[in-house]
């Protein structure tokens, strides 16, 4: 018997090898994945729908959740934590001190150094951890805004150093960051004309909204304006600019950021007033017992209070001099020396 081998290689042409069932479904995941997500960011095309609210539920003129802490830093002479939505800052600022190296220092008034980084976890894509133009560029113009509300005049020769670091980021950092160094400078104790406090102002989708969002930020006709007052004056210390608007809207604008700052102080005063009514005097060690040892009770001749203040050793009084010791003065210290002169006469 002979083996028919076109048996085995000729086949119907109906024949259609089967598919497997897995890559099936493993197609019809895809299809649904790639369904969700065209759907999903087909509902982001939108800013302010026709009842004025924003994608976040916020009308055109409020603005994101604010909290404000002063003096979380007990390493730090002032210091303040601040979230804003989702931006989370962390400030801390030390002096005045000692300038180094010394050629920086300026004799006529302090200088303020300011530091203005984000972390490398602080967006979404991972962020390199060098300091890039942008962050210098956000420290330049945000000391100088600190620089008109301080009194640098008085603390000739030293160096106020302040610390900003971005933990979280989403628009609007670099107003988060200048409202919360406000705080620090001010819970450091150095003297102020006034709180430096900003706000954030543009717009989207037609609309003039008060502080953007990051997708705010990124719609087709985005303006976005960053301002910072001194409250009290409404003196203009930082503005910069991101788009292009008439003088009319421009105009406009200003007008919103500064009725809209107000709230933003109102947040740093009570942050402020709520740090200084919690601090408490710090006891050195041993400082209750020494309270309550005798040195410190009530003199019992004389019934005066003796001073706890250290005695200056360059200083000295009446009480320096030995009551037993003979000190002759001179009736006339200058006899001598006319009596010399009229010899030489």
């Known amino acids: 018997m002979k083996f028919d081998q076109k048996v085995l290689v000729n086949k119907p042409k109906s024949y259609q090898p089967k598919k497997n069932e897995d890559e099936k479904i493993m197609a019809k995941d895809a299809k649904e994945i790639k369904t969700k997500k065209t759907a999903k960011s087909e509902e982001k095309l ?5 009842k004025g609210k924003r994608i976040d539920g916020r009308g055109l003129n409020d603005l994101r959740n604010i909290k404000i802490q002063a003096g979380v830093l007990p390493n730090a002479d002032g210091s303040c934590y601040l979230e804003w939505g989702q931006n989370k800052v ?6 005045p001190r000692e300038v180094l190296p010394k050629h920086q220092a300026n004799p006529y008034k302090a200088i303020v150094r300011y530091t203005y980084r984000m972390a490398a976890f602080s967006v979404t894509e991972r962020k390199n951890p060098r300091p890039g133009r942008r962050e210098t560029e956000i420290s330049k113009v945000s ?13 000739p020769n030293t160096a106020i150093d302040i610390f900003v670091e971005v933990l979280d980021a989403n628009a609007g950092t670099r107003i988060a960051c200048l409202t919360a160094a406000a705080v620090a400078v001010a819970d450091a104790g150095i003297p102020m004309r006034d709180m430096v406090s900003g706000i954030t102002v543009g717009r989207a989708d037609g609309k003039w909204i008060v502080d953007l969002n990051k997708h705010e930020e990124d719609a087709p006709d985005a303006v976005d304006m960053a301002v910072a007052f001194l409250p009290n004056t409404k003196d203009v210390t930082l503005l ?3 788009g292009e608007i008439t003088p009319e809207d421009f105009a406009a604008l200003m007008k919103t950021a500064a009725e809209n700052v107000e709230k933003v102080y109102e ?6 007033k709520e740090s200084f009514e919690n601090k408490k005097p710090e006891m050195v060690p041993g ?9 410190h009770a009530e003199h019992e001749e004389h019934g005066e209070r003796v001073s706890l203040k250290a005695k200056d050793p360059l200083s000295f009084d009446a009480s320096d001099y030995d009551a037993n010791e003979n000190t002759e003065l001179e009736e006339n210290p200058d006899a001598e020396h006319e ?5 030489k006469e």
Do not use: Y
């Open 287 to 295: 400082m209750e017992d020494f309270m309550n040892s005798t040195p």
């Open 46 to 50: 939108w800013w302010v729908d026709s």
């Open 240 to 242: 910069q600019m991101d």
């Open 90 to 95: 962390l400030v801390s600022v030390n002096g």
């Open 143 to 155: 000391g100088e805004a600190l620089e008109k509300a301080i009194f640098l005049e008085r603390f």
């Open 339 to 343: 009596a010399f002169d009229g010899g």
């Open 267 to 272: 947040l740093q005063k009570k942050a402020l």
